[in-house]
């Protein structure tokens, strides 16, 4: 049987994966767990949510994205993209 029946489950979102020095932080928080083999669940990072609602509301409106509506976005989104390189590299 060996299975475990009360799996650790660790879910990130947010500020916790917000930029650099949040991920080493998360990635210290699962090392200090590996031992449990913990199920690790990360969300959209700080305001990429936002971005993805906003950009629908737009296309859904019939807009295109208009520069002034969409500049906070794109620099969310490129700052996002940043740290997805981030991790990639780990």
Known sequence: MGENLHPTV??????????????ERVFHIVSTQIE???VVVVSAMTRVTDALLNAFDIAKKGDHFI????????????QW?????????A
């Open 67 to 78: 520069v002034d509506k969409s500049k906070k976005y794109r620099k969310d989104l490129q």
């Open 36 to 38: 449990k083999h913990p």
């Open 81 to 89: 993209n940043e740290n997805q390189s981030f991790v990639n590299m």
């Open 10 to 23: 660790m879910k990130f979102g947010g500020t916790s994966v917000g930029d650099v020095a949040a991920f």
